[in-house]
């Protein structure tokens, strides 16, 4: 995602940019997004990264909300930045996704974004 090689070099599944500016197409990303998603994948090495790895990642750079997707348990985990740390909320299939980052968005029943 960024121009840095190495362990900061990541590539999320979705990057919601507000104010960062959208870089020229064909290139990376030189600021950290407000929003990060990522889609858990099934591989136990690959979640536990999403999980902890890139969640001190995203923090670290400056990511205001990681929104983390267990499609596999129908559910998704919205860490949001309360002042250098993340405050975790667990949302089931009935929960509301929302965010007052994107105030003109109603948000989405989780189970209609999952299926």
């Not at 990522?38 to 205001?64: C, F, H, N, T």
Request: charged share 35%; hydrophobic share 40%; net charge negative.
């Amino acid at each position: 995602m960024w121009d840095d090689e190495g362990d900061d070099n990541v590539s999320p599944d979705l990057a919601i940019l507000l104010r960062v500016p959208r870089p020229p197409r064909g290139e990376k990303l030189r600021h950290c997004p407000e929003i990060v998603v990522e889609v858990m994948s099934g591989d136990e090495a690959d979640r536990q990264r999403d999980i902890v790895d890139k969640r001190d990642l995203y923090l670290r750079r400056g990511a205001l909300e990681y929104w983390i997707v267990d499609l596999s348990a129908h559910r998704l985990f919205r860490l949001v930045r309360v002042n250098n740390a993340w405050r975790e909320e667990g949302l089931g299939p009935s929960d509301r996704l929302s965010t007052p980052l994107l105030a003109r968005w109603e948000g989405v029943i989780l189970s209609d974004l999952l299926e």
